[in-house]
């Protein structure tokens, strides 16, 4: 399976060039390969390691580090209940309970088609609006057992199809740096003069 | 139009209060470089670009902008901590938020991205950074869409890349995102991360990132709502900022308070001066505690500062009063737990929190942070002993050898120890485990002693024919 795409090979090599050492484009790299089949594969790492100058093994050892990159299928959604203090003391607890017993499965597992993951998280930055989850990322506030109901049968409708993407996708849009306004990167043992904006004033 | 909240900045209330980085949020359009050019965006950036670059670097010095990340180092002194004639330097922005009860750089990301990236273009200018970095939370997806968007409008109209308005000042600011590590955010580990590494902090010292931070460079981490307050300060001028605020904490602050309260919100507040009193109980604020109930206990500066009771509820929000009363303000976050709370239970997602987030670079921290889970679980539980507590002080002692820091209470007696500990590990997530149960043990014993099994000794006697 999965290598990366030729059309996110060229996504790839561009986002490489705005780092000064390729190594930095890694994390999001591996983002981009789990945008594009939903998690990331040995293959992918493989390939992401050619491309910014590692064994797979580096790539795998920085992956393994964060908690957002999955290395077998997850669930289309990704429902990821907050469970620190803020959450916990206005029900989180009780939230988690609901959703289990709602989708028939444990916190940490999938539903049996496939379409939804349910997973404890920790603060989310959004304490006052508590109890919160996300839905690939997607907040949802002051969440009640009910609204995670409407919010289960929704997403099992497809009726968020526009709103929240497949999990894999975090941001839908991407920065764009266009040719002719680039700086460009330049490796740091390249550069040795100091910025010329620092002799007097910068302004013409 | 004052107070309420609104779908897009969720949570926040604005009141009758001087806005430093908060003025656009009234307006639904307010991440909008249209909004942003009819409300004095990108002036601050055009009145320092006329000056020379180590006047704006003096002014930012002199107005004392303190880091809002939690250390509250001034910005100014850390860039004048860069040796000299050491080129490239860089700008690495820390939009990572994740400590427990933390809720405000997200705000400023999604509301106003072109304020954020006017301070980074300011800042850039008046340190002679040369590419900038800005750091996002990788479960933030639209914090991150905001920004993108942002930077690509302000690429378009020249305020980004080359030649800055057609002035000598180029600079390529550059979205970044993780992947969910709260450790990230200490800023040697997100410098890692950058690197394309497992996110640990580095070793200290020789690591400190000003003068040998991403690619051994000299770097500037700064925090979102540091870097914000700069476009303000360059259009009101330093006598405007200090005059906010208190002589060692001017300006303003955001502070996130959660939990039990009536009202829970965001509010850029008067730093230095407004009180927890006020903030918990204030009109314009919290509005007093849910139902009716009394204040049990409350975290002033995030997940990983020590616990105050009402006993501490007048004293003002600054560092220099909160760090002798034995915690300190961190990240702006206050959690607030009613009569009804569960205190030992409360510890547990703190620590749980902690103990689950070390890197497992030094042994106090990753198996220190294990141990206190695993104890106060069984405590939580009903199935801890009396020995479980005295261990829990021990394992604390291996983390944090000495007195740590903890509020006075005049109904147990007890007096304050200072902020700040000491520690045995590279950085504060390992101490961060053991505040919240040391804090919950100190002050609330009883809780935990109604919870435990108490062991009798069995008598060993000499069996006889
Ligand atoms: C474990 C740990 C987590 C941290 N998390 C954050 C964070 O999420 N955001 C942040 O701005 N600072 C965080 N900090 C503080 C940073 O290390 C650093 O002091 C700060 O970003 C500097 O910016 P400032 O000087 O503008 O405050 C954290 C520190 C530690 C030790
Ligand atoms: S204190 Fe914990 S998180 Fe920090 S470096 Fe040590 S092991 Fe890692
Ligand atoms: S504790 Fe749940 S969002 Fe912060």
């Not at chain 1, 945008?35 to 992956?63: K, P, R």
């Not at chain 2, 995030?302 to 009402?310: E, I, K, L, R, Y």
Request: proline fraction near 6%.
């Amino acid at each position: 399976m999965a290598r990366i795409t030729e059309e996110n090979i060229r996504l790839a090599r561009e986002i490489i060039g705005r780092y000064p050492k390729a190594r930095s484009a890694t994390i999001p790299l591996l983002h981009l390969a789990q945008e594009q089949d939903g998690y990331v594969t040995n293959e992918a790492m493989a390939h992401i390691g050619e491309l910014v100058g590692a064994s797979s093994a580096e790539v795998f050892g920085t992956a393994s580090f964060y908690e957002m990159f999955k290395f077998e299928p997850v669930g289309k959604y990704l429902i990821n209940i907050c469970g620190t203090m803020s959450c916990a003391l206005m029900g989180a607890e009780e939230l988690m309970h609901h959703a289990e017993e709602r989708l028939g499965i444990k916190m940490g597992s999938t539903t049996a088609d496939g379409k939804i993951t349910l997973e404890r998280a920790e603060c989310q930055a959004a304490c006052t609006e508590a109890p919160c989850l996300q839905v690939n990322y997607r907040y949802r506030y002051r969440v009640t057992p009910d609204q995670l109901d409407t919010l289960i049968d929704d997403l099992s409708a497809g009726n968020l199809a526009s709103e929240i993407p497949a999990h894999g996708t975090v941001a839908v849009i991407r920065q764009h740096i266009p040719a002719d306004r680039a700086v460009g990167a330049v490796a740091p043992e390249l550069v040795t003069e100091n910025p010329v904006w620092l002799d007097g004033k910068a302004a013409l | 139009m004052t107070g309420g909240t609104w779908k897009h900045a969720p949570g926040f209330y604005a009141g009758d209060r001087p806005q430093v980085v908060t003025s656009r949020f009234q307006y639904e359009d307010s991440y909008t470089l249209e909004r942003y050019l009819a409300t004095d965006g990108y002036k601050g950036l055009r009145l320092a670009l006329a000056r020379p670059a180590n006047e704006i670097h003096d002014e930012v010095r002199n107005a004392t902008v303190l880091g809002r990340g939690g250390a509250g180092f001034p910005a100014g002194n850390k860039w004048g901590l860069m040796p000299q004639g050491v080129w490239p330097r860089y700008l690495v922005v820390n939009g990572d938020e994740s400590e427990p009860g933390t809720y405000k750089d997200r705000l400023l990301m999604e509301c106003d991205p072109h304020q954020l990236i006017e301070g980074c273009l300011i800042a850039s200018y008046a340190a002679g950074l040369s590419q900038c970095f800005l750091y996002i939370r990788g479960e933030m997806a639209l914090a991150q869409e905001r920004i993108a968007t942002a930077l690509n409008e302000a690429y378009a109209a020249g305020y980004i890349g080359k030649n800055i308005l057609g002035s000598k000042f180029s600079l390529d600011i550059i979205l970044h995102w993780g992947a969910g590590a709260y450790v990230v955010g200490e800023e040697t580990a997100l410098i890692e991360s950058l690197e394309g590494n497992r996110g640990m902090p580095r070793l200290k010292p020789p690591y400190f990132p000003a003068a040998n931070g991403l690619y051994g460079q000299p770097t500037i981490v700064n925090n979102v709502e540091t870097l914000a307050n700069l476009p303000w300060l360059l259009n009101n001028g330093t006598a405007a900022y200090t005059a906010i605020g208190t002589a060692t904490s001017p300006g303003t602050r955001m502070v996130a308070i959660s939990g039990h309260v009536n009202r829970p919100g965001v509010f850029e507040i008067i730093n230095g001066i407004t009180t927890f009193r006020d903030l918990l109980y204030g009109e314009e604020f919290c509005q007093g505690i849910r139902n009716g109930n009394d204040l049990k206990a409350f975290v002033p500066g995030g997940g990983s500062a020590p616990w105050f009771t009402p006993d501490q509820l007048d004293l003002p929000f600054e560092a220099s009063q909160v760090g002798p009363a034995g915690s300190m303000l961190g990240s702006g976050a206050i959690m607030v737990m009613d009569s009804t709370t569960d205190i030992p239970r409360a510890a547990l997602t703190l620590t749980r929190f902690y103990a689950h987030e070390s890197c497992g670079k030094c042994t106090p921290c990753r198996e220190g942070g294990t141990w206190l889970e695993r104890i106060l679980s069984r405590v939580v539980d009903g199935k801890g002993t009396d020995a479980d507590l005295d261990q829990i002080f021990e394992v604390g002692e291996s983390i944090c050898p000495g007195a740590f820091p903890h509020a006075s209470n005049e109904k147990l007696g007890i007096a304050a120890v200072p902020f700040p500990y000491r520690m045995n590990t590279i950085c504060f997530v390992g101490p961060s485990a053991y505040a919240p149960v040391h804090s919950a043990l100190t002050l609330f014993r009883s809780e935990f002693d109604a919870r435990i099994v108490k062991r009798t000794m069995i008598k060993v006697t000499a069996v006889s024919e």
